[in-house]
């Protein structure tokens, strides 16, 4: 987000899903679609059977997707910034880039040349292990198509170097004019129902909602107004990496967690407990007792969404209704209604009737949202920014002018992963998830459904390197990083490529988060799952 | 443009559309069966016959393009025969246990004969019993109700881009089959579009019938497509999820997430209850005792610490309304910015 914010001014998805329809070229890069969100799948599907879209696939595993694509870049993971500068380096060879484009929409152009200068593809080659022959036909694809619209996911963002990632596809859309146009755009996927939501309303350490900042002294002023408080603080606060590791040093002494499970979800599962036993007092708002809620000193019973009303902003800036299918069971209770209380026990009154009076106030300090009522999206969701009520709202940003302005070019050079395989840990492990279940397992291995379909971890490993260790499908091994071990059930799979071992992190048993590494991202401070180094060995 | 008559009505429409679009787009309406407005014309069932002046043999509607100047009749004793016949031979095969059938009360074949007054079975074949080849053990497939207008494997193919399931078989021992079984996602899609009770879901016993059920809009929890979906409720308990065609993103399409994802609501596992940990055991509280706790303990912690001693985690789990709550708490309430959620995961 932070790296389409910095080329753009806005960091979300630029298009609507089926715009994909009207595209030519479709890149995806970093996004296991089908398994992660399968109806955008379903678009870039019918896009390549249907409309005769040609599908330019990057990732290290051997995806579905993969079947439905013109063309296949296979990378060795962490190497994304050094591929899209060598599609840059190509394009611009070629002669393929919007000059006109460049010349009235953006900035930093010529650095951005001077800097790709050297990725050729034969260096590209040499970093990333794709073909020169297949970088060439990839760039001269997507540079020729008009539109062509590109699609990502945690695949680029969980990196160190995930900022740089996305400010390198940032780049690569722009060079081609393809940002602010139907059928194009560079949209990141998002992976859980509300994180676009939660991120818009203020759930986060540096922003109040829409993307305020908390250091602007105009902004608080607004904020403390509507809120009725003296002083709100101007400095931006923590991440929640940085919770943790605070927590450990003491500086943190209390945690309220509502509807999260970091004790399987965050990086270096070992570290993470031991942060969250430093703390002196723990609340955790949850459906069920999480691996995380068991450490808690108070644990409040919220509901899910089934039980309550409200809206989920989607992927593309979406908002939409929630409702109430079902009374909450026993004595649990809203979300909403919990926090009210506990404000209310601390001496600030929230009075709110229903979800909608919240929305009600949402709308007067939040600009994108400041035509959106319960009213206006009974039947059809409506995309921010929505700044009026007479307002049709925007499903694709940076028409006319980007949001900051003029888009930004960012010169980028490629850097290495934290922690890449060597004699000790000759295996590189890639985390991620599978089609029948969901982040930490909380909901989807409750029911006998999904669990029927895939009822317990499996391992993806290269033939060839099964071979290696001698194991075949349902062996199991024992996986091991500088941080941990787990012992896990394999599948030999074509998937993932020699030297890499993907495990799906859903599994409380087999926690893969007990593995990765607590290596961040210095801007956006999203973790390195994608890549650290690990040993594999056969079992008994 | 292109001008043709439907039964006496002038209609002028693009070129290539076929002659059912033209007559629902004059607003006649013509008995369909196989066709799916999602799916390219699959012409299977013979319901949409039409008769053109001119021609001795009428033509199926749904896959015939309209011709500048044609004249189409789509009701006349002829047809209604024509069609009574298509029913009746679809019946040899499709036992009339609407009564136990999951379907019953919202099925095309059902209403259809209903509508041309069809008292009984009146051809009988031989049954035999087969068994069922079907993908994925989430989907019940009834062979004998199955009529074979080919919906499903066409959906699984042109809208999911799978081929897991096609036609096997010849005559009375046709049925849909898994051709592909490791492609099946188990997405339902073939669900969504049968017209009859042929394929139904084998989540929970006892379902309700449809005229019972409260059918609520709303949307998925799973992932960022944001699908919109119905929770299917009876006497306050989920027995399934639906969805309308044409509706939301997904236009009625589901994952096996957003389909069958939906037991963990009622999981006995659910909290009911406050817990306050005494002696490193949760014990059970009312909410006045837990909340009062809580509120002690971080006006004890922010008086002796500060409010930056104290630090809060939201959740793309929970709605806008709950988000927007939490970070005020924290910022307003408590006096802090150290509020964040999990987009970085």
Not at chain 1, 175 to 195: A, D, F, W
Not at chain 1, 281 to 299: H, M
Request: hydrophobic share 35%; proline share 5%.
């Amino acid at each position: 987000m932070a790296g389409l914010a910095t080329a753009f001014g806005s960091g979300a998805m630029t298009n609507p899903i089926a715009d994909v329809l009207k595209s030519e070229a479709i890149l995806v890069t970093g996004s296991n679609a089908t398994e992660n969100h399968p109806i955008f799948a379903n678009y870039i599907k019918e896009a390549v059977l249907k409309k005769g879209a040609k599908l330019i696939v990057v990732d290290p595993r051997k995806i579905d997707l993969v079947d439905y694509a013109s063309i296949w870049l296979r990378p060795k993971p962490g190497t994304d910034v050094a591929w899209i500068n060598g599609l840059l380096h190509v394009i611009i060879k070629e002669n393929l880039h919007a000059s006109e484009y460049i010349k009235e929409r953006t900035e930093g152009f010529e650095e951005l040349k001077a800097c790709v200068e050297k990725y050729n593809p034969e260096y590209v080659s040499e970093i990333s292990g794709i073909a020169s022959s297949d970088l060439i036909n990839a760039a001269l694809t997507y540079g020729k198509a008009k539109p062509a619209s590109i699609m990502y996911a945690m695949g680029i963002t969980q990196h160190i170097t995930g900022t740089d990632n996305v400010k390198s596809l940032a780049n690569l859309a722009m060079l081609c004019g393809n940002v602010g146009v139907e059928g194009g755009g560079i949209n990141p996927l998002r992976g859980q129902n509300n994180v676009q939501g939660a991120c818009d309303l203020g759930a986060l350490p540096n922003v109040f909602t829409a993307y305020q900042p908390v250091t602007n002294n105009e902004i608080k002023q607004k904020f403390e107004k509507t809120w009725g408080v003296d002083s709100l603080q101007s400095t931006v606060g923590l991440t929640v990496t940085e919770m943790f590791n605070a927590a450990e040093e003491g500086k943190v002494k209390a945690m309220y967690i509502m509807g999260e499970n970091p004790l399987l979800s965050d990086p270096d599962v070992h570290h993470i407990e031991h942060c969250v036993k430093s703390l002196e007092f723990l609340v955790v708002q949850d459906i069920f007792l999480t691996e995380t809620a068991e450490y808690a000193d108070v644990v409040l019973p919220g509901v899910s969404f089934a039980e309550k009303d409200g809206t989920f902003t989607n992927s593309e800036r979406r908002v939409q209704r929630v409702r109430r299918a079902i009374q909450p069971r026993g004595d649990a209770r809203e979300d909403h209604w919990i926090i009210c209380e506990l404000s209310k026990r601390m001496g600030y009154h929230m009075n709110y009737g229903s979800p909608s009076e919240i929305m009600e106030e949402i709308r007067t300090v939040t600009p994108s949202y400041a035509g959106i009522t319960y009213e206006r999206i009974e039947k059809e969701g409506i995309p921010w920014p929505c700044p009026g009520e007479d307002h049709p709202g925007t499903p694709i940003l940076h028409l006319e002018r980007f949001a900051r302005g003029k888009g930004l070019f960012s010169a980028i050079d490629y850097k290495k992963p934290a922690e890449l395989p060597d004699k000790e840990y000759p295996f590189l492990l890639t985390t991620g998830r599978v089609l029948e279940h969901y982040h930490t397992g909380t909901m989807t291995r409750k029911g006998k459904g999904l669990n029927m379909l895939y009822p317990e971890l499996l391992a993806e490993i290269n033939p060839e390197d099964a071979v290696g260790l001698g194991i075949e499908s349902g062996d199991f091994v024992t996986v091991a990083s500088r941080r941990g071990d787990i012992k896990v059930k394999t599948i030999i799979s074509e998937r993932p490529d020699r030297g890499v071992i993907f495990v799906p992190f859903h599994f409380k048993e087999s926690p893969a988060n007990i593995l990765t590494i607590n290596a961040i991202d210095p801007i956006a401070k999203i973790p390195e799952y994608k890549v650290c180094a690990v040993r594999v060995e056969k079992v008994g | 443009m292109v001008n043709l008559t439907i039964d006496g009505k002038e209609v002028a429409v693009k070129e290539g559309t076929t002659i059912l679009k033209a007559a629902r787009f004059a607003g006649i309406e013509i008995p369909t069966l196989c066709y799916h407005e999602r799916l390219n014309p699959i012409g299977s069932c013979r319901m949409c016959v039409v008769e053109i002046e001119g021609l001795s043999h009428p033509m199926t509607a749904c896959n015939t393009p309209v011709t500048e100047g044609i004249i189409v009749t789509t009701d006349s004793p002829r047809l209604q025969k024509m069609r009574m016949e298509t029913l009746k031979l679809l019946l040899v095969k499709h036992p009339l246990d609407c009564p136990v059938c999951d379907k019953g009360g919202e099925c095309t074949l059902q209403n259809l004969v209903h509508e041309f007054e069809i008292e009984g079975t009146v051809y009988l074949a031989e049954r035999e019993d087969r068994e069922s080849l079907y993908p994925t053990p989430l989907i019940h497939y009834w062979p004998d109700r199955c009529i074979m207008c080919l919906r499903c494997a066409t959906a699984c193919r042109e809208i999911k881009g799978l081929g897991a399931i096609d036609i096997d078989g010849s005559g009375f021992n046709t049925s849909i089959t898994a051709v592909n079984r490791d492609k099946c996602e188990s997405c339902g899609e073939c669900i969504q579009v049968c017209p009859t009770g042929a394929l139904t879901e084998n989540l929970g016993e006892y379902k309700g019938r449809p005229w019972m059920v409260n059918r609520v809009m709303t949307t998925c929890t799973y992932c960022g497509c944001g699908c919109q979906l119905e929770i299917n409720v009876f006497n306050n308990r989920i027995v399934g999820v639906t969805t309308k065609d044409g509706i939301g993103v997904n236009k009625g399409s589901l994952c096996v997430k957003g389909r069958f994802g939906y037991e963990f609501i009622e999981s006995e596992e659910r909290l009911s209850k406050p817990l306050i940990k005494k002696d490193g055991k949760f014990h059970e509280a009312s909410w006045d005792e837990a909340l009062s706790l809580v509120a002690e303990k971080f006006k004890g912690i922010k008086a002796s610490h500060g409010a930056d001693a104290i630090a809060g985690i939201a959740s793309a789990r929970c709605t806008n309304e709950e988000n927007y709550l939490m970070q005020k708490f924290m910022r307003a309430v408590i006096g802090t910015n150290n509020i964040d959620h999990c987009a970085r995961l």
